[in-house]
């Protein structure tokens, strides 16, 4: 199993400056140089579950172009799994919806925690003391508990 390291370029704020006006540019260019400083000698891990599709990585193609383009070390990891991880996990995300799709067996919670646990210990291979790391969809959840 290996995570996916998905390409992230680099965007420049400043394109909103005929949107936003000067004055909030400023605003905004010193907010970003706070977490320069703050995040400077770190890691920001983004991990889900898929490149492309799904509002989550819609959301990290777009905005984690500002955030490298801001100076700060960004990173967005996918994780890897079988047909019966996902299908578990599509379980797991029409139940966060409301939708009635049952307990887990205890077989698909091993099967679950099995593969949320080789995608940890992948990540915690590449993670440094002091890096952020922000777990996106209810895949990922199972590695919570690798920290």
Do not use: C
């Amino acid at each position: 199993m290996h995570l996916q390291e998905v390409p992230v370029g680099v965007s420049d704020l400043e394109r909103f400056t005929p949107l936003i006006g000067a004055d909030r540019i400023d605003q905004l260019r010193s907010l970003v140089s706070s977490s320069r400083d703050t995040f400077a000698g770190r890691t920001v891990w983004n991990v889900n579950s898929t490149a492309t599709g799904g509002g989550v990585a819609e959301m990290l193609a777009a905005l984690l172009p500002y955030a490298r383009g801001a100076g700060v070390d960004t990173r967005w990891l996918v994780i890897k799994g079988d047909p019966a991880f996902y299908a578990i996990t599509k379980r797991l995300h029409n139940g966060l919806h409301g939708v009635d799709t049952g307990p887990l067996g205890d077989a698909e919670r091993d099967h679950y925690a099995e593969v949320t646990a080789a995608n940890a210990e992948e990540l915690l291979a590449q993670i440094r003391p002091g890096d952020v790391v922000l777990l996106h969809d209810p895949q990922t959840a199972g590695m919570v508990d690798a920290a």
